[in-house]
């Protein structure tokens, strides 16, 4: 045989390897010794011939959830319960060329996501079939029938995800937490302490105010020795004995709120304050946009808590009974403080400043795991990154809407992204150090609550100019793939199964709150990079510490960062 007649006769080897792929997986089926996802079904050879054979179109679905671990599973299952995938194909999802757009960690959630697959459409009340068969959290707004090869991965352009804040979050580090020690100490050594604080100018005020107003009288209230001992523990001076917890920060950093810079007419009086904040939240709806989101680990009740070898406590403290309750009163305050905290424009706009350092193409190796400086994958394109101009109340808590739009995420990039912004913001640091960020220089960054993190939105730009272009010159009229004619039934969802969700379980756990003040709490300079010195500071022993003496902190500094996430908080290119 002539190499000609050869190459005209040439076999297919990725077609003649596929079809010995499915006849060994299909051998291997008949035979039981091929394991089939969870939350496949395996009908017998008589259900399959009786249902027949139905003609089968390739889709775009469109779908929302929150916080929902199987959606996989919960779709699929319920598109063969609705008729929508055939019997035969309901033992692998593979068979109908299921493809989630975008993967999201446990914790966060999708306004808008796209499923594509092959799909019996025949039906047309399908959608209403298949929703019966979900659960209230997932929701299929409708479908577009899609070209043969579309897939909801690969012709992705891009992603639109939205981070819903406390505005109280860009308060400045307490003055006598360590960050907020080592924060002036170093701002001195640099010599910028014009410039800290020309960028701390809005809120130089809180913390001063907030101590004489509300934590001050409310001390003077208590048995001198109790006053001691609770003022020790909220600056982390000397941890106390409660529940044979280890102590994970200091006072402030349990459950929290927010104040104003302006404390005359927001602040409570310090018996106002101490008082239990009511948590019945309203329904967020119309105007009210914004979003919160939590995720830390550290509750304010265990602040004053330490293992009970660790420490030797005094006959003449005390009884426990006395400084526990001291302790929740004061936890009290300090959350309704700072849950008065307004926004002043000013700070937004240096929030938004800071953000505008990630636009662009950059290389975000400090903002994921496992990728190193010179790894050209970790180089991401950030089409826009905007703060809400109006943040929203929500039962006396302002928040903030902060909308990201990039090309693809990595894995935790967008919530370190998150940090990030909050931490340069709150502890008056140069806007420049973000783009430090980009060298090759390691930043410790940890990850910020996963509950406020949302998938608003893919987008199919590119696709669906194609789809104009073919409009009349095909037989099938397919539609552009997006949510617009989904616009109030996704809002309602996003107000019902997200918003309110995450504004309820904030006003409960306080999460943010507990989030930054671990933060502030740790004694180990990996932070430092936020002060006037930078990254060196960041290489440099704290002194009056030793590694033994950081262990709890260190242990601390996990609780807060680790949240047992084994996905990306983005797509299936690991984002966010």
């Given at each position: ?386 703060a809400g101009p109006e943040p929203v109340l929500i039962n006396n808590t302002e928040w903030l809407s902060l909308k990201v739009h990039g090309q693809s995420f990595m894995l935790h ?164």
């Amino acid at each position: 045989m002539g190499r000609s007649e050869w190459s005209r006769n040439a076999v297919d080897k990725r077609a003649r390897n596929e079809a010995t792929r499915e006849s060994s997986k299909r051998q291997k089926l008949e035979n039981g010794d091929e394991k089939i996802p969870i939350y496949a079904t395996r009908f017998s050879k008589e259900d399959i011939e009786a249902e027949g054979r139905k003609p089968k179109r390739k889709v775009a679905v469109m779908l929302g959830n929150h916080d929902e671990k199987t959606i996989e599973g919960d779709l699929f299952k319920a598109l063969v319960a609705a008729g929508a995938i055939s019997k035969a194909n309901a033992d692998d999802p593979k068979k109908s060329s299921f493809v989630r757009c975008a993967r999201t960690d446990r914790g966060v959630h999708a306004a808008g996501n796209i499923v594509s697959l092959k799909m019996i459409i025949e039906d047309p009340d399908i959608v209403q079939k298949i929703n019966e068969h979900l659960p209230p959290q997932i929701r299929v707004w409708g479908f577009e029938q899609a070209k043969g090869g579309f897939s909801s991965y690969q012709m992705c352009d891009s992603r639109i995800y939205e981070y819903l804040i406390p505005t109280y979050c860009f308060l400045p580090p307490h003055p006598q937490s360590f960050l907020g020690k080592e924060l002036i100490r170093l701002v001195h050594e640099a010599g910028d302490l014009a410039g800290y604080e020309e960028r701390q100018e809005e809120v130089s005020s809180f913390w001063a105010e907030t101590e004489a107003k509300l934590v001050k009288p409310f001390l003077d209230t208590l048995d001198p020795k109790i006053s001691a001992e609770v003022h020790k523990a909220l600056y982390n001076e000397q941890p106390l004995i409660l529940d044979t917890q280890p102590i994970a920060q200091p006072l402030l950093g349990n459950k929290g709120s927010s104040t104003t810079t302006d404390t005359s007419s927001d602040a409570p009086t310090a018996a106002e304050a101490s008082s239990p904040a009511k948590t019945n939240a309203e329904p967020a709806g119309g105007s009210q946009k914004a979003n919160p989101q939590p995720d830390s680990g550290i509750d304010l009740d265990e602040i004053v808590a330490t293992e009970s070898t660790s420490l030797d406590v005094p006959d003449e403290r005390p009884p426990l009974s006395a400084l526990e309750d001291a302790f929740k009163q004061l936890k009290t305050i300090i959350v309704t403080a700072k849950r008065a905290y307004r926004i002043p424009p000013a700070r937004l706009a240096r929030v938004q400043s800071v953000l505008n350092n990630y636009l662009g193409t950059k290389n975000f190796h400090n903002y994921t795991v496992g990728k190193l400086p010179h790894d050209p994958s970790a180089k991401r394109v950030i089409k826009s990154f905007t703060a809400g101009p109006e943040p929203v109340l929500i039962n006396n808590t302002e928040w903030l809407s902060l909308k990201v739009h990039g090309q693809s995420f990595m894995l935790h990039q967008i919530r370190k992204m998150v940090t990030m912004a909050a931490n340069v913001v709150r502890c008056g640091c140069h806007p420049d150090r973000i783009k430090d960020s980009y060298d090759h220089e390691d930043f410790r960054i940890p990850k910020a609550p996963s509950l406020g993190l949302l998938l608003e939105r893919p987008v199919f730009d590119t696709y669906n100019r194609d789809i104009e272009r073919e409009k009349g010159n095909s037989e099938v009229q397919r539609g552009k793939i997006g949510f617009e004619k989904f616009e109030k039934e996704v809002e309602e969802f996003k107000q019902r199964e997200i918003y309110e969700r995450i504004f309820r379980e904030e006003e409960s756990d306080d999460r943010f709150h507990a989030f930054f003040a671990s933060l502030d709490g740790v004694r180990r300079p990996d932070l430092l990079y936020l002060s006037s010195k930078g990254i060196s500071a960041a290489k440099e022993e704290v002194s009056g510490t030793s590694k033994a003496d950081r262990k709890p902190e260190e242990a601390a500094a996990a609780a807060a960062d680790v949240d047992s996430e084994e996905d990306s908080d983005g797509p299936a290119q690991q984002d966010g």
